[in-house]
């Protein structure tokens, strides 16, 4: 048989008080006479029932949930979502918020569907929700939807500008660009090619040859001999899992790496360091992105002002310099 959920009347019973009290002392309502004893009792008797509060409890007595939904976009999930996830969720429990995670990948309920069903308070995406978004997660009962507007600067174009700067700045004057094979990718793809094409632009070099290239030595290999035909001698790869697979491509070739083409990779995967040669790569540092993501979410819940994500130096993307540059 299934045991029966504790509740805050059994609470009460067994400390010999009333719901009301036993509401008080455990969400620590300020102003209320409590004596001591008989808040010891409270507690002793929650603890020794193993008392849970209800989440819709929960939220009636704080003024909302604890619940911050992340939307997770239809992407494959890779070692960076999967980190940023377990960060982001560490980072929001020490503020005492709870992350639950929905993949648009799994095409079931609506976003705002699943805002209402979990009772979240905050909605989290990895870009800016359109207006229509917005307002249905509002409607469903989130209190904040971050981001809620586009910000001023895309964090995917910057880290591209990122990649093409760095090779450029290793005397690299034409550079190519290797597409993700994935279509899921292409939009994410296309904002770190603009970034990688205005470095181009501002030094007054020639866009990238921007080739596609599938996680297959042969789609590799392909593409380095267009690359060779535009004499390319440096590569951003839109993410590492492609950049190993140009490495792999120029390994068929027979090339040197860096000295045949140099090979930037994004995102500082684990096993980005242990390429032939180590890849370098361009990436966030995760922790400090997670935790500031947190501080927003807090300070805004608060009813406070915080700087946008952008502003933040701690949270923009750097190179990690190894040796396929």
């Not at 002392?25 to 808040?39: A, F, H, Q, S, W």
């Not at 989290?124 to 359109?130: A, I, L």
């Not at 939807?145 to 090779?167: N, T």
């Not at 690359?227 to 120029?250: K, M, Q, S, Y």
Request: net charge negative; with cysteine.
């Amino acid at each position: 048989m299934p045991v029966k959920r504790i509740t805050s009347s059994d609470v009460a019973q067994a400390a010999g008080v009333s719901r009301a009290t036993v509401s008080f002392v455990l969400n620590d309502k300020p102003g209320m006479r409590i004596t001591e004893e008989t808040r010891r009792r409270v507690l002793e008797a929650a603890r020794e029932l193993d008392y849970r509060p209800h989440a819709s409890a929960r939220s009636l007595a704080a003024g909302r949930s604890d619940v911050v939904l992340l939307a997770i976009p239809d992407l494959p999930i890779g070692a960076g979502i999967s980190r940023f996830v377990e960060e982001l969720a560490t980072a929001l429990a020490a503020y005492g918020l709870t992350l639950v995670t929905h993949l648009g990948a799994a095409h079931g309920r609506s976003l705002p569907d699943v805002c209402a069903a979990v009772d979240a308070s905050v909605v989290v995406g990895f870009s800016s929700f359109d207006q229509d978004t917005v307002q249905a997660l509002h409607r469903a009962g989130a209190d904040l939807v971050l981001p809620s507007e586009p910000e001023g600067a895309s964090p995917m174009r910057h880290l591209g500008r990122l990649q093409a700067e760095h090779l450029i700045s290793r005397g690299h004057r034409r550079l190519g660009y290797a597409l993700p094979g994935h279509p899921a990718f292409r939009q994410m793809a296309d904002e770190r090619l603009r970034g990688a094409t205005d470095a181009c632009v501002r030094a007054g070099l020639e866009p990238p040859v921007a080739l596609t290239v599938h996680l297959e030595i042969a789609s590799a290999a392909q593409a380095i001999t267009g690359w060779r035909e535009h004499a390319v001698t440096g590569v951003c790869a839109f993410n590492d899992e492609t950049a190993l697979a140009v490495l792999a491509g120029l390994h068929e070739h027979g090339l040197a790496i860096p000295a045949g083409m140099a090979v930037v990779g994004a995102d500082d995967i684990p096993t980005a360091r242990l390429a032939a040669p180590p890849l370098t790569t361009v990436c966030w540092d995760l922790h400090d992105v997670a935790r500031h993501r947190a501080e927003t979410i807090v300070t805004s819940l608060a009813g406070a002002s915080h700087a946008s994500s952008s502003a933040d130096a701690s949270t923009n993307p750097h190179v990690v310099q190894r040796s396929s540059t």
